[in-house]
Protein backbone atom coordinates (compact mmCIF):
# COMPACT_ATOMS: atom_id res chain seq x y z
CA UNK A 1 0.00 0.00 0.00
CA UNK A 2 0.84 3.37 -0.85
CA UNK A 3 0.03 6.57 0.69
CA UNK A 4 0.58 10.15 -1.25
CA UNK A 5 0.35 13.28 1.25
CA UNK A 6 0.21 16.54 -1.01
CA UNK A 7 1.51 19.56 1.35
CA UNK A 8 1.65 23.50 0.46
CA UNK A 9 4.62 24.58 2.67
CA UNK A 10 4.57 28.44 3.84
CA UNK A 11 7.63 29.04 1.56
CA UNK A 12 8.99 27.79 -1.78
CA UNK A 13 12.23 26.48 -0.52
CA UNK A 14 13.03 23.25 0.37
CA UNK A 15 16.57 22.59 1.99
CA UNK A 16 18.87 19.51 0.86
CA UNK A 17 18.70 17.93 4.15
CA UNK A 18 14.85 17.66 4.83
CA UNK A 19 14.83 13.93 5.08
CA UNK A 20 14.78 14.12 9.34
CA UNK A 21 12.43 16.26 8.79
CA UNK A 22 9.97 13.89 6.72
CA UNK A 23 11.12 11.13 9.30
CA UNK A 24 9.92 13.46 12.31
CA UNK A 25 6.60 14.00 10.22
CA UNK A 26 6.40 10.41 10.12
CA UNK A 27 6.79 9.76 13.39
CA UNK A 28 4.59 12.32 14.89
CA UNK A 29 1.78 10.83 12.46
CA UNK A 30 2.41 7.80 13.81
CA UNK A 31 1.97 8.41 17.18
CA UNK A 32 -0.76 9.90 16.68
CA UNK A 33 -2.46 7.12 14.55
CA UNK A 34 -1.30 4.46 17.12
CA UNK A 35 1.26 5.70 20.38
CA UNK A 36 1.90 2.03 21.55
CA UNK A 37 3.14 1.22 17.66
CA UNK A 38 5.33 4.18 17.75
CA UNK A 39 6.92 3.53 20.79
CA UNK A 40 7.86 -0.22 19.32
CA UNK A 41 9.27 1.08 16.20
CA UNK A 42 11.02 3.67 17.26
CA UNK A 43 11.98 3.56 21.18
CA UNK A 44 12.28 -0.58 21.48
CA UNK A 45 15.71 -1.95 22.24
CA UNK A 46 16.74 -3.39 20.00
CA UNK A 47 15.55 -1.18 17.38
CA UNK A 48 12.98 -2.29 15.63
CA UNK A 49 13.07 -2.74 11.67
CA UNK A 50 10.62 -0.27 9.97
CA UNK A 51 8.25 -1.31 7.61
CA UNK A 52 8.79 1.44 4.88
CA UNK A 53 9.83 3.51 2.88
CA UNK A 54 9.34 7.36 1.27
CA UNK A 55 10.56 9.71 -1.28
CA UNK A 56 9.45 13.96 -1.42
CA UNK A 57 8.57 14.92 -4.94
CA UNK A 58 7.96 18.81 -6.31
CA UNK A 59 7.30 19.30 -9.94
CA UNK A 60 9.67 20.51 -11.99
CA UNK A 61 10.65 23.47 -12.83
CA UNK A 62 12.84 23.95 -9.76
CA UNK A 63 16.08 25.95 -9.09
CA UNK A 64 19.05 25.04 -6.56
CA UNK A 65 20.35 27.87 -5.00
CA UNK A 66 22.77 28.24 -1.76
CA UNK A 67 21.19 29.64 1.42
CA UNK A 68 22.40 29.60 5.34
CA UNK A 69 20.43 26.39 7.32
CA UNK A 70 20.21 26.56 10.68
CA UNK A 71 19.85 22.61 11.86
CA UNK A 72 19.41 23.68 15.74
CA UNK A 73 21.29 25.74 18.45
CA UNK A 74 24.23 24.13 17.92
CA UNK A 75 24.51 23.40 13.87
CA UNK A 76 24.13 26.79 12.59
CA UNK A 77 25.87 28.55 9.72
CA UNK A 78 27.72 31.03 12.46
CA UNK A 79 29.35 27.32 13.61
CA UNK A 80 29.59 25.44 10.61
CA UNK A 81 30.70 26.77 7.19
CA UNK A 82 29.08 24.21 5.53
CA UNK A 83 25.75 25.32 6.65
CA UNK A 84 26.58 29.18 5.31
CA UNK A 85 25.74 27.88 1.80
CA UNK A 86 24.26 24.20 1.74
CA UNK A 87 21.97 23.70 -1.52
CA UNK A 88 18.19 24.45 -1.40
CA UNK A 89 15.57 23.62 -4.02
CA UNK A 90 13.19 26.74 -4.83
CA UNK A 91 10.10 26.04 -6.07
CA UNK A 92 7.75 27.49 -8.87
CA UNK A 93 5.39 24.85 -7.96
CA UNK A 94 2.97 25.47 -4.74
CA UNK A 95 2.63 21.96 -3.70
CA UNK A 96 5.34 18.99 -2.85
CA UNK A 97 4.31 15.26 -1.88
CA UNK A 98 5.98 12.66 0.61
CA UNK A 99 5.31 9.13 -0.88
CA UNK A 100 5.18 6.82 1.78
CA UNK A 101 5.67 2.66 0.72
CA UNK A 102 4.58 -0.02 2.93
CA UNK A 103 3.92 -3.94 2.87
CA UNK A 104 2.37 -3.64 6.48
CA UNK A 105 -1.35 -3.34 6.83
CA UNK A 106 -1.13 -2.60 10.62
CA UNK A 107 1.72 0.15 9.80
CA UNK A 108 -0.50 1.95 6.96
CA UNK A 109 -4.04 1.75 9.31
CA UNK A 110 -1.69 3.45 11.54
CA UNK A 111 0.16 6.01 9.17
CA UNK A 112 -3.84 6.86 7.71
CA UNK A 113 -5.70 7.38 11.27
CA UNK A 114 -2.86 9.64 12.59
CA UNK A 115 -3.77 11.47 9.85
CA UNK A 116 -7.36 11.74 10.20
CA UNK A 117 -7.35 15.56 11.22
CA UNK A 118 -4.06 16.81 11.35
CA UNK A 119 -3.99 19.83 9.60
CA UNK A 120 -0.32 21.31 9.27
CA UNK A 121 3.21 20.74 10.38
CA UNK A 122 6.00 22.53 11.76
CA UNK A 123 9.00 21.79 9.42
CA UNK A 124 11.05 25.01 11.00
CA UNK A 125 10.63 26.14 14.95
CA UNK A 126 12.63 29.41 16.06
CA UNK A 127 15.35 27.49 16.38
CA UNK A 128 15.34 24.48 14.48
CA UNK A 129 15.41 24.44 10.35
CA UNK A 130 15.48 27.58 9.35
CA UNK A 131 16.22 28.09 5.81
CA UNK A 132 17.97 31.59 4.80
CA UNK A 133 16.70 32.99 8.39
CA UNK A 134 13.18 31.76 7.67
CA UNK A 135 10.54 29.17 9.80
CA UNK A 136 8.66 26.82 7.22
CA UNK A 137 5.42 25.42 8.23
CA UNK A 138 3.51 22.02 5.97
CA UNK A 139 -0.31 22.58 5.64
CA UNK A 140 -1.18 19.03 4.68
CA UNK A 141 -4.35 19.30 1.70
CA UNK A 142 -4.69 15.65 0.99
CA UNK A 143 -4.25 12.48 1.98
CA UNK A 144 -4.74 9.51 -0.78
CA UNK A 145 -3.90 5.74 -0.21
CA UNK A 146 -2.71 3.87 -3.55
CA UNK A 147 -1.92 0.73 -4.81
CA UNK A 148 1.19 0.45 -6.74
CA UNK A 149 1.17 -1.70 -9.81
CA UNK A 150 0.57 -5.71 -9.02
CA UNK A 151 3.17 -8.17 -9.80
CA UNK A 152 1.86 -10.73 -11.43
CA UNK A 153 5.52 -12.88 -12.91
CA UNK A 154 8.98 -12.57 -11.56
CA UNK A 155 10.54 -10.08 -13.72
CA UNK A 156 9.41 -5.98 -13.45
CA UNK A 157 11.20 -2.82 -14.16
CA UNK A 158 11.06 -0.47 -11.69
CA UNK A 159 12.15 3.42 -11.35
CA UNK A 160 13.97 4.66 -8.44
CA UNK A 161 12.00 7.68 -6.34
CA UNK A 162 14.80 8.13 -4.33
CA UNK A 163 18.36 6.51 -4.56
CA UNK A 164 19.21 3.16 -3.64
CA UNK A 165 22.36 3.17 -1.09
CA UNK A 166 24.57 -0.12 -0.69
CA UNK A 167 27.32 0.23 1.48
CA UNK A 168 30.27 -2.29 2.56
CA UNK A 169 30.69 -2.87 6.60
CA UNK A 170 33.06 0.12 6.33
CA UNK A 171 30.27 2.41 4.66
CA UNK A 172 31.95 2.82 1.55
CA UNK A 173 29.39 2.87 -1.68
CA UNK A 174 28.81 -0.02 -3.59
CA UNK A 175 27.12 1.22 -7.09
CA UNK A 176 25.26 -0.38 -9.53
CA UNK A 177 28.40 -0.91 -11.88
CA UNK A 178 30.46 -2.64 -9.18
CA UNK A 179 30.88 -6.52 -9.53
CA UNK A 180 29.74 -6.26 -5.63
CA UNK A 181 26.49 -4.73 -6.01
CA UNK A 182 23.99 -7.57 -6.72
CA UNK A 183 25.67 -9.93 -3.82
CA UNK A 184 26.24 -6.82 -1.66
CA UNK A 185 22.31 -6.09 -2.17
CA UNK A 186 21.50 -9.55 -1.68
CA UNK A 187 23.01 -9.65 1.77
CA UNK A 188 21.86 -6.29 2.97
CA UNK A 189 17.92 -7.58 1.85
CA UNK A 190 18.05 -11.15 2.77
CA UNK A 191 18.99 -9.90 6.69
CA UNK A 192 16.07 -6.87 6.45
CA UNK A 193 13.70 -9.45 5.59
CA UNK A 194 14.64 -11.41 8.29
CA UNK A 195 13.91 -9.00 11.08
CA UNK A 196 10.61 -7.75 8.97
CA UNK A 197 8.66 -11.10 8.00
CA UNK A 198 10.72 -13.40 9.54
CA UNK A 199 12.08 -14.94 6.50
CA UNK A 200 14.81 -13.82 4.02
CA UNK A 201 14.66 -14.11 0.29
CA UNK A 202 13.08 -17.49 -1.35
CA UNK A 203 16.32 -16.98 -3.86
CA UNK A 204 18.49 -14.53 -4.58
CA UNK A 205 17.52 -11.56 -6.50
CA UNK A 206 19.00 -10.67 -9.62
CA UNK A 207 19.01 -7.13 -10.47
CA UNK A 208 20.37 -5.32 -13.52
CA UNK A 209 20.25 -1.83 -15.10
CA UNK A 210 17.74 -1.06 -17.96
CA UNK A 211 19.48 0.48 -21.15
CA UNK A 212 18.74 2.13 -24.29
CA UNK A 213 20.71 1.36 -26.84
CA UNK A 214 24.63 0.57 -25.55
CA UNK A 215 23.41 3.79 -22.59
CA UNK A 216 22.63 2.45 -18.89
CA UNK A 217 19.47 4.20 -17.54
CA UNK A 218 20.93 4.49 -14.36
CA UNK A 219 23.22 7.55 -12.59
CA UNK A 220 25.16 7.78 -9.48
CA UNK A 221 23.36 10.18 -6.78
CA UNK A 222 24.88 11.80 -4.18
CA UNK A 223 23.10 12.95 -1.14
CA UNK A 224 23.63 14.95 1.86
CA UNK A 225 21.45 14.01 5.08
CA UNK A 226 21.25 14.54 8.38
CA UNK A 227 19.90 13.12 11.85
CA UNK A 228 20.46 14.07 15.45
CA UNK A 229 22.68 10.58 16.46
CA UNK A 230 24.81 11.52 14.11
CA UNK A 231 25.38 14.80 14.41
CA UNK A 232 25.97 13.95 18.16
CA UNK A 233 28.30 11.19 17.34
CA UNK A 234 30.43 13.35 14.88
CA UNK A 235 30.51 16.57 15.11
CA UNK A 236 29.77 16.85 11.74
CA UNK A 237 26.36 19.34 10.29
CA UNK A 238 24.98 16.03 7.80
CA UNK A 239 26.77 12.99 5.88
CA UNK A 240 27.08 12.04 2.33
CA UNK A 241 25.89 9.15 0.93
CA UNK A 242 26.27 7.93 -2.87
CA UNK A 243 23.49 5.79 -4.65
CA UNK A 244 22.25 4.73 -7.65
CA UNK A 245 19.24 5.86 -9.38
CA UNK A 246 17.63 5.41 -12.49
CA UNK A 247 15.50 2.21 -13.90
CA UNK A 248 16.36 -1.66 -12.97
CA UNK A 249 14.83 -4.81 -14.32
CA UNK A 250 14.67 -7.35 -10.83
CA UNK A 251 14.32 -11.03 -11.45
CA UNK A 252 13.08 -12.72 -8.57
CA UNK A 253 10.70 -14.89 -6.72
CA UNK A 254 7.12 -13.35 -7.24
CA UNK A 255 6.94 -13.25 -3.15
CA UNK A 256 9.76 -11.22 -3.17
CA UNK A 257 9.07 -8.98 -5.65
CA UNK A 258 6.09 -7.89 -4.71
CA UNK A 259 7.58 -7.14 -0.69
CA UNK A 260 10.55 -5.65 -1.72
CA UNK A 261 8.91 -3.31 -4.00
CA UNK A 262 6.68 -1.83 -1.42
CA UNK A 263 9.77 -2.02 1.54
CA UNK A 264 12.13 -0.39 -0.51
CA UNK A 265 15.90 -1.41 -2.10
CA UNK A 266 18.87 -1.12 0.12
CA UNK A 267 20.40 0.38 3.19
CA UNK A 268 18.14 2.86 5.24
CA UNK A 269 14.72 2.35 3.29
CA UNK A 270 13.14 4.75 6.16
CA UNK A 271 15.35 7.53 6.04
CA UNK A 272 14.31 7.99 2.75
CA UNK A 273 16.28 6.16 0.09
CA UNK A 274 15.84 2.80 -1.80
CA UNK A 275 12.09 3.86 -2.59
CA UNK A 276 11.00 2.81 -6.26
CA UNK A 277 7.87 2.05 -8.35
CA UNK A 278 6.80 -0.48 -10.87
CA UNK A 279 6.33 0.41 -14.15
CA UNK A 280 6.11 -2.88 -16.14
Request: net charge positive; with cysteine; glycine share 8%.
Amino acid sequence: MRVKISIKPSTNKVPILYRHRVVSFIKEVLKRGNEKYFQKLYLSNPPFPKPFSFSLFFSPPFKIEKLPLQIDEEFKPENYRELSQIETFILESETLSINISTPDYFFAVSLVNGLVGLKEFLFSTDREMLIGGEKQVWELLKVTPYCSRPIKGEKVVVKTLSPIVVESKGGKPILWNSPDFQEALNFVINRRLKDLRGKGLKRELEIEPVKKGNRELVEKKVVKTTFKDFREGTGKPYMVLTGSYGLFKLKGAREDLSYLTEVGLGNKCSQGFGMVEVLI
